[in-house]
Each structure stands twice: as structure tokens, then as C-alpha cells.
């Protein structure tokens, strides 16, 4: 290498570590902004998180990011309780794999899951139509009427895991 390219190189260099510097610097600024955006229930609720305590060590904006998509999901308040009900019905029903991976694809869809549960405040889950039992009872070859109320919360359980699974199924890639 001669010496005029070798003072390019350099200054080259020089020029990415600056940007470099200056990116790492903005990235943490924007993360103070975020964070400092919290209450202490929001800040309590990301600590619970396990990937917390190294993006707040490292003041990582994307990880934190990451983590305050997956605790609002669960932190809605609305003046509406029906148009929040409805609203994450929503997005679950609309939860769709795309370019998402199949891990944080699942992990989204069990945490939208779980908050749809939470609020409809269903004992037998999301899932919970009369029509899943008829088609069970069809399936096994059952008359609805002739079956016991133990039997219809059994058909009511396993219809609802079947659909759980097919929702997956059908929304991923």
C-alpha cells in the first residue's frame, strides 16, 4: 500500500469511527428519552422482564423497544374497556407471521393470547363458542342433547386447542 492510500485508509477510518461514535450516542440519548417517558408501574413491569437488566445496562434502545412492545401489550388502559376488549381481540385475530421468525412470531401470538384471556376474563379461554361443541360431537359421532355437562366442557377444552392451533397454523408463513 502506498502512502497517499494509506492516509485515505486512515482518514476513512477516522470519518467511520466518528459516525460510529456519534450513532452510539444518539442510540443512548434515545433510550434515556424512552425510559425516562416511563411511570414507576411501567418501569416496575420492565424489570419483571428477563432481557431488562443487560438492554438497561447497555442502553440498548432496540431491545428496550422490544421489551415495551411486549409489556404494553399487556399495560392497555382505556377510557373504553369495550374498545380495548376489541381492539386486542384485533390484533389477535390479525396477528400474522409475515417476516417476523417463527420464535418471536409464537412469542407475540401466546403474549396477545394471554391478553385477550386476561381480558375477556374467560375461564375456558378465547375460543369459547357453543358451535366448537357441535362440531366435536359431529366429529365423534355424539347428539349434543344426549351428552353429559362433563363431556361438554372435555369437547369444549379440545375444540378450543384445535382452533388455537389452527389460528397459528394458518397465520404463519
Request: glycine content about 4%.
Amino acid at each position: 500500500m502506498t502512502r497517499p492510500e494509506e492516509v485515505k485508509l486512515k482518514e476513512r477510518y477516522s470519518r467511520y469511527l466518528t459516525q460510529i461514535n456519534k450513532i452510539d450516542s444518539q442510540l443512548k440519548q434515545c433510550y434515556h428519552k424512552y425510559y425516562e417517558q416511563c411511570n414507576s408501574n411501567m418501569k416496575a413491569s420492565l424489570e419483571e422482564d428477563h432481557g431488562f437488566k443487560e438492554a438497561h445496562r447497555s442502553k440498548d434502545v432496540i431491545k428496550l423497544r422490544a421489551i415495551l412492545r411486549t409489556v404494553t401489550s399487556h399495560f392497555r388502559k382505556s377510557k373504553e374497556p369495550i374498545k380495548t376488549l376489541w381492539k386486542a381481540n384485533k390484533d389477535f385475530m390479525n396477528l400474522r407471521q409475515g417476516r417476523i421468525d417463527i420464535t418471536n412470531y409464537y412469542k407475540k401470538f401466546v403474549d396477545l393470547k394471554s391478553l385477550v384471556d386476561e381480558m375477556t376474563r374467560e375461564e375456558e379461554g378465547t375460543y369459547n363458542q357453543k358451535g366448537i361443541i357441535d362440531i366435536v360431537c359431529r366429529e365423534k359421532g355424539l347428539v349434543r342433547a344426549n351428552i353429559t355437562s362433563k363431556q361438554e366442557v372435555e369437547f369444549m377444552m379440545s375444540g378450543q386447542e384445535r382452533m388455537l392451533a389452527m389460528h397459528f397454523i394458518m397465520n404463519s408463513n
